[in-house]
Each structure stands twice: as structure tokens, then as C-alpha cells.
């Protein structure tokens, strides 16, 4: 079969179809957003879809299975988080057709809130785990995961990280195999679980674990590759293809399958090598076990537990090498940083809808309680008007227990959170100040997308993952029914009827909302004109206090990129002496 | 056993860096190498560092390159070819386009945009071109094709038939765009 360059991504997607997936959820989330945006190209046999939250998204993938079809759900790994309840409780009740979980991990946060090791999630709800190394691994491992799941009646989590899911490499493709639905069979004792039932299941959990290491020890996912026994690694993931390439010449066991951990192929192994390493991206979790069977291993003694490892990590660390080339890298560093480089940090879209709400927020000096999506950009100069990021979803609850804490933020905080975000755990907040008794006011900054990760639908978008129509979720009728009385809805553009708006509102003493709305500029299908400087600006760079990428100083100047210019007008507004004109104001630009 | 190639693309977000990469990746493919990349996109939709990774060889294992083990760097923007320049190994060659787009801190006037910096690359000793690709991509048809003019450049610079590169051009770029991005290959390639 040909052979095609593919991101893990697009092989677990890839792997789905082989491999007789039916149902496939997700909410989307860098960087696992890809799995599902592909698996939606296989349509014709998959059905899939994006959840409001990663949960739902979850449960949406135990019912498949317990329907008798073949399962997957993806996402990031904070993800796993707002899906942990179901998953502490599939795991008792097990699968009927397979459930896999992906849960892709991002060492060194390139785009994510915090660094942690999804791999204990396996241990903590006692499930297998399977960590591929490459696109190809990526594939194969959905299929092994699958039987694995019905085999042991039990939903297996597969860990990618970033560079798994993000990085490309060689896949063989091959047909799909067939797996039919399996009849629905009524069975409580199994699928409900009440404490009496349940307490049953916790026993058959422990001997499924008993079961799954005698897997371990004979699964080709765990295998030894033999070389010169001065050095031992034990590795898994990415970090296989670190260490092989760092110590070409060690003896390596490979574990693909890597909870429960084979602990006789380990000990034999560690008999037959001199040292002992263990090498893990984050943390010692494959370590500690092995300490625990009172096996000698070196690991994060020498090794990193921050960021991502390397190659040159790898060689450093436990080779004691000095590396020539990085040394030579290091002195050109040295000599290029007597002119430092500024950084390069994300910024708001020219012509996104938030820049207007963060400058206006920014203006009225209020504390604002902030979530997770593009507008989270909205907390970086020259904007800087956000106080805080904690998950997604936080930012409305967030609100409420600061007013609670410190009388002085009350009628001085707003919360404020995406719609996608909103839909995903946002709407439990609002709901909680409303039975509570609050007065947070809370915009819902409505773009009509979940933007960040790349314009995915969302149950208020109009649409779905493949790509049909869909009853839009209204949110201001959503808010009043959980019992806000006043949901107004307010242009980003217009700052002054914003501001005054919001004004208002925070002076009264109940909850509010205000649904600021316009679409994503990557969504938006009207045609703006843009601006122009004229002869009147005086170089005050007022207009320069909304941040906007396409306003630049040249020298003495103020320039306006025509070709990144969007035509939100913000930059008019803000001009107190009318230099800044629509293009077609005499001459054209 | 062929030498492993490291190739390090970096630039700011809708300049073309991942699908010159994609077209890096399927030369290597139809040259028949191992292949493996790896990319980081900034957090936002425009205007982000981008930077991909490339590894092309016989058998290739870790999909990312340590600083000073890159033999190419090409840099679609003058200041992140300077970021990126201790990527280089020191034998390696750094292809730089003429182009400089600021970033957020030097627009608010917190930050300079470095001054000669190919200059300041080359008295380091290491071996710096600088390519105006814009202008030749503008003379093309379009400065969107200065992503395929530094290809062009690198694709001289490399032992695989151009033949190959034309190739992987035709399967990467869509037919009404091909006639105008072969040409911008062309000039890249005479430089």
C-alpha cells in the first residue's frame, strides 16, 4: 500500500477509519484539534462530531460503545480534566464495542495552561495505556487500542504530545477492516452503576489489571532492542526516538504499552544492562513504579521533569558529553544577543471583535475575570486588560467568588468569556451567580466560533464537524432562562454605547449580561473598506492604543497597512483629529 | 549510509513557512528519503512565529533539531532568521529573505527591530545569503510566491535532481497557481 507523510493527528484519525470506528467526539483543543477535523473527512463511515465540552464529548463515546459501536474521543490534556468524571466511572462499568481515549499532552505549554502528565490518569482510573512514537505507531496503536478495549472490557487511553500529533512522519495506509455493530444487550449489573453493582466491578477491576500486566509482558508493543549492555534505557513515546538517536549504540526496551508496566520483561531487562536508565518526557511516572519493584534506575535525577526532553538533553545528561555544535551555538547566541530580538507574542487579528471590548474595559479600569480562547490575548500590552486565566470556564465563577471576597470589586468586576467557551462550562457559572445571588456582570464575547484552535463549529455556530446545518443555540434566551433578567446585546465597534452599557450595568445590583457580538474576521463574510491616514494626524499614536498590527509608527509617521486593514474603524474612533479617513474619502489609498 | 539533513523554516504566520515545508517534505518523499517534520505555530491566527522543522535521511528517529544541528536555516523574515541563527551548526548555511515585519513590541515603540542583521550574522563567520524574494516573487506575479523563491534558493544548495523539486511542486501547488510559482522556483534556483 503507498506510503504518506502524515501528523500523529492525521494518523490516529487515519487509525479510526482502519479500524472500524463508528462514533468520534471531541471538543476541539491545540493539539489535539486535528484528530477529529480529519476524521470528519471520513464521513461516509464515521460519524463525528464536536462536543460543547470535553465531557459530553466523553460521554457521547461511552454510549456509542455501550450501543455496540467502535468509539474514539480526543482531546488536550486539560481536556481530560472536565472528562475525568465519566472516565472514573467507564472505567468500572468497562465497554462493550472498544473505547478509545486520546489525550494529547504539551510539553513545554507551547499553547496550554499548565504541563501536566496525563499518563497518571491511566493509573489513577486503572486503564491501560498505549504511547505511540510516531505517525505510523499513531495509526496502528487506535487498532491495538480497540481490541485491547474489548478484549479486556475496558477503555484505553492513548497519550500523544505535541510532538507526536504535530510532527510528520511516514505512514503506510491500508484498507479498512470491518467491525460491525454488536447487538445491544440489556445488562444493569454491568452498565449501571449504583453501589451494589459497582462494588461488584471494583473487584473484576483489580483482576483486569492482573490480567492487562500479563498482557504487558507479551505484547510486540513492549519490545527489547539489544545492543551494547553498558547502557539500558527504558522509554516510551517521543522520547523512544530521543534516545535512540542520542545512545545509538544502548540496549533499549520500548514500551508502546506502557500501564500496567511489564514488570518481569523489566527486571530481566535491568539483570542484563550495566546502568539503568529511565527516559520520560515530564514526570518520573514509569520511574517510580520501577523504584517501587526495588529495581535501581537513574531518571530524573539527571533528566529534566520541565519541557520537553531532546537529543542533545538526552546526550548531555547521561553521556556527560560536551556537545561541540551547541557550544558553537552558545557563543553565537551570546554574540547576537548584544542586540536583543524582541519577541514575537500573539496578538489579536487586526479587525477582531475583542480588541474593542478589552480597550474599553481597559479604559474603565475594571478588574476583568478572563477564560480561555483568543480573547485570553486580550491580557497582553498594549491592551493588558485581563486579571485573570485560570480553564476554561472559570472566568464567570471566578467573578462571583472575587466580589464575594472583597466588597471593593463589586460594581469594579466584570467576567469575561468566548461563546464557545461559554457553551463548554461557562453557562454552570452564570447559573450558580443567578441561584446564588450575585451581581456579576458578564460579557459573552460571541464571534460565532470556536476561534483560537482554527474556526471549529460549536453548538451555536450553525453548524456541525461535517459540515451540516445545525439549530444554533440562542444564547441571550439561553441566559434568561437560567434567570438573568437583563442580557442585552451590544456592537464591539461602538465603543461608546459599549462603555456606557457596561456602565450601567455594573451599577445595578443583579446579574447582567452583555452578548457583544460579531463574527471572527475568518468567519465573516462582509466586505469592510479600510482606512487611511490623512495630512491632518499629528503623530499623537492615539490610535496606537488598540494594538492593531496593521497601525504602525515609521519614524515620524503613522502608517496604516491597507493589505491588513479590516475596516472595524476602531482606529477612527479613537482619532481626535479626523486624520484617520475611509480609503475611498477623497483619492482612494 | 546518506547524511541526515536538518532543515530549520521559520517565519511569521501567513508567510507561507508549513506549506513550504510540505513541499520540502514531499521532495524528500519522491527522492526517496526518510522523512520526518515537525511544526509550532504561534498561538494566533496571524501574525505568529512559525517554525518548521525538517529532517530528511535514511532512517530518521527524533522529529526535532537541537540548537547548532541545523545545516539549513530559512528564514521567510529577516529578525527570525536572527532568532533562530544559533540553530545553525557551524558549518551550516542561513538563507535569509529581505523582508522585516514587526512584531507587536516594536510597533508600540518598547522594542527595536535589530540593525544589520545579516551583517551582524556574517562577521560571526557563518555563512549568510540574503535573498530579496519579496521583490522577486513580486516580479513573479504575486509576493505571496517568496515562500517557493527561497526554496528555489535552497533547493540548489541541496544533492537532490531539480527534476524532483519541479515535481513536488506540481503535487503541491494547485494547477492555476503552478505556472507563477515554477517561475518564482526558477529565479530562487538562479540566484
Not at chain 1, 487611511?532 to 496593521?550: D, H, L, Q, V, Y
Not at chain 2, 535552497?154 to 507563477?180: M, S, T
Amino acid at each position: 500500500m503507498a506510503k504518506q507523510l502524515m501528523s500523529g493527528n492525521e494518523a490516529f484519525a487515519r487509525g479510526a477509519y482502519e479500524y472500524g470506528v463508528r462514533v468520534a467526539a471531541a471538543y476541539p483543543g491545540t493539539p489535539s484539534t486535528e484528530i477529529l477535523e480529519n476524521i470528519a473527512k471520513y464521513k461516509d463511515t464515521i460519524y463525528s462530531q464536536w462536543s460543547p465540552n470535553e465531557k459530553v464529548s466523553l460521554e457521547v463515546g461511552i454510549g456509542a460503545s455501550f450501543g455496540g459501536s467502535r468509539a474514539l474521543v480526543a482531546m488536550k490534556h486539560v481536556g481530560l480534566n472536565v472528562a475525568a468524571d465519566p472516565l472514573m466511572t467507564v472505567t468500572y462499568s468497562g465497554v462493550r464495542a472498544g473505547l478509545v481515549i486520546i489525550s494529547a499532552d504539551d510539553p513545554g505549554m507551547h499553547s496550554s495552561q499548565n504541563e501536566q502528565d496525563n499518563r497518571f490518569f491511566a493509573k489513577f482510573a486503572k486503564i491501560p495505556l498505549l504511547e505511540p512514537s510516531n505517525s505510523q505507531e499513531a495509526k496502528d496503536m487506535v487498532g491495538t487500542a480497540l481490541e485491547i478495549s474489548e478484549q479486556f472490557d475496558t477503555p484505553v487511553l492513548v497519550r500523544s504530545t505535541t510532538r507526536i500529533s504535530h510532527s510528520l512522519s511516514l505512514v503506510e495506509l491500508n484498507e479498512p477492516i470491518k467491525a460491525p455493530i454488536k447487538p445491544y444487550e440489556k445488562d444493569e449489573k454491568k452498565y449501571v452503576m449504583v453501589p451494589a453493582y459497582a462494588r461488584q466491578r471494583r473487584v473484576i477491576i483489580e483482576d483486569r489489571l492482573r490480567k492487562l500486566e500479563e498482557y504487558s509482558e507479551t505484547t510486540p508493543l513492549n519490545r527489547v532492542e539489544m545492543n551494547d549492555t553498558s547502557i539500558g534505557v527504558i522509554t516510551s513515546g517521543v522520547s523512544y526516538q530521543y534516545a535512540k538517536e542520542a545512545l545509538p549504540n544502548a540496549s533499549i526496551l520500548k514500551l508502546g504499552f506502557s500501564y500496567p508496566l511489564p514488570k518481569k520483561k523489566i527486571e530481566e531487562f535491568a539483570k542484563q544492562v550495566d546502568v539503568l536508565y529511565v527516559i520520560e518526557e515530564l514526570d518520573p511516572f514509569m520511574e517510580e513504579q520501577i523504584r517501587a519493584m526495588g529495581i535501581a534506575v537513574k531518571g530524573k535525577d539527571v533528566l529534566p521533569n520541565i519541557g520537553e526532553l531532546s537529543v542533545q538533553i538526552i546526550r548531555q545528561k547521561i553521556l556527560g558529553e560536551s556537545i561541540a555544535n551547541l557550544e558553537a551555538a552558545a557563543t553565537v547566541a551570546e554574540k547576537l544577543s548584544e542586540q536583543p530580538t524582541p519577541g514575537r507574542p500573539p496578538v489579536l487579528c487586526p479587525g477582531c471583535p475583542h480588541r474593542g471590548v478589552f480597550f474599553t474595559l481597559k479604559k474603565m479600569k475594571l478588574v476583568v475575570s478572563g477564560d480561555i480562547g483568543c480573547y485570553t490575548l486580550g491580557s497582553l500590552p498594549p491592551l493588558s486588560a485581563m486579571d485573570t486565566t485560570i480553564c476554561m470556564g472559570y472566568s464567570i465563577g471566578g467573578a462571583h467568588g472575587m466580589e464575594l471576597a472583597n466588597p471593593d470589586l463589586k460594581g469594579k468586576t466584570v467576567a469575561v468569556i468566548g461563546d464557545s467557551t461559554f457553551l463548554h462550562t461557562g453557562v454552570n457559572g452564570l447559573m450558580d451567580i443567578v441561584y446564588n445571588g450575585g451581581q456579576t456582570t458578564t460579557l459573552i464575547l460571541d464571534n460565532r466560533i470556536t476561534a483560537m484552535t482554527g474556526q471549529q463549529e460549536n453548538p451555536a455556530s450553525g453548524k456541525t464537524l461535517m459540515g451540516d446545518a445545525a439549530t444554533e443555540v440562542d444564547i441571550a434566551l439561553l441566559c434568561k432562562s437560567l434567570g438573568v433578567k437583563r442580557v442585552f446585546k451590544a456592537k464591539p465597534f461602538e465603543l461608546q454605547e459599549l462603555q456606557n452599557l457596561i456602565k450601567e450595568e455594573l451599577a445595578v445590583n443583579e446579574p447582567s449580561v452583555i452578548i457583544v457580538e460579531h463574527p471572527c474576521i475568518f468567519v465573516d463574510d462582509n466586505k469592510y473598506e479600510p482606512v487611511k491616514i490623512n495630512e491632518n494626524c499629528t503623530t499623537c499614536t492615539s490610535c496606537m492604543r488598540i494594538g492593531c498590527p496593521a497601525i504602525v509608527k515609521k519614524g515620524n509617521k503613522i502608517e496604516i497597512n491597507q493589505n491588513l486593514c479590516y475596516g472595524c474603524d476602531l482606529c477612527i474612533q479613537l482619532c481626535h483629529f479626523d486624520a484617520i479617513v475611509k480609503c475611498s474619502d477623497k483619492g482612494g489609498c | 549510509m546518506r547524511q541526515t539533513l536538518n532543515i530549520l523554516l521559520v517565519g511569521v504566520g501567513g508567510q507561507g513557512t508549513i506549506l513550504a515545508s510540505k513541499f520540502m517534505s514531499q521532495v524528500a518523499i519522491d527522492a526517496a528519503y526518510d522523512v520526518k517534520m515537525s511544526e509550532i505555530k504561534g498561538m494566533s491566527q496571524r501574525g505568529g512565529s512559525v517554525v518548521t522543522q525538517l529532517r530528511i535521511g535514511d532512517d530518521i528517529a527524533s522529529p526535532t533539531i537541537d540548537k547548532g544541528e541545523a545545516d539549513y536555516i530559512v528564514a521567510f523574515e529577516q529578525m527570525e532568521g536572527y532568532r533562530w541563527a544559533e540553530f545553525l551548526k557551524p558549518d551550516g548555511k542561513i538563507m535569509i529573505s529581505e523582508q522585516q515585519i514587526e512584531p507587536m513590541p516594536v510597533i508600540m515603540g518598547v522594542a527595536d527591530y535589530p540593525s544589520e542583521i545579516i551583517e551582524k550574522i556574517d562577521t560571526l563567520g557563518l555563512d549568510v545569503a540574503s535573498v530579496d524574494a519579496l521583490k522577486i516573487a513580486t516580479e513573479c506575479g504575486t509576493p505571496k510566491a517568496a515562500n517557493i523563491v527561497l526554496m528555489g534558493y535552497l533547493a540548489k544548495q541541496l544533492p537532490i535532481a531539480k527534476e524532483i523539486w519541479v515535481g513536488a511542486l506540481e503535487k503541491i501547488i494547485p494547477e492555476r497557481f503552478l505556472e507563477l510559482n515554477k517561475q518564482a522556483f526558477e529565479k530562487g534556483y538562479q540566484l
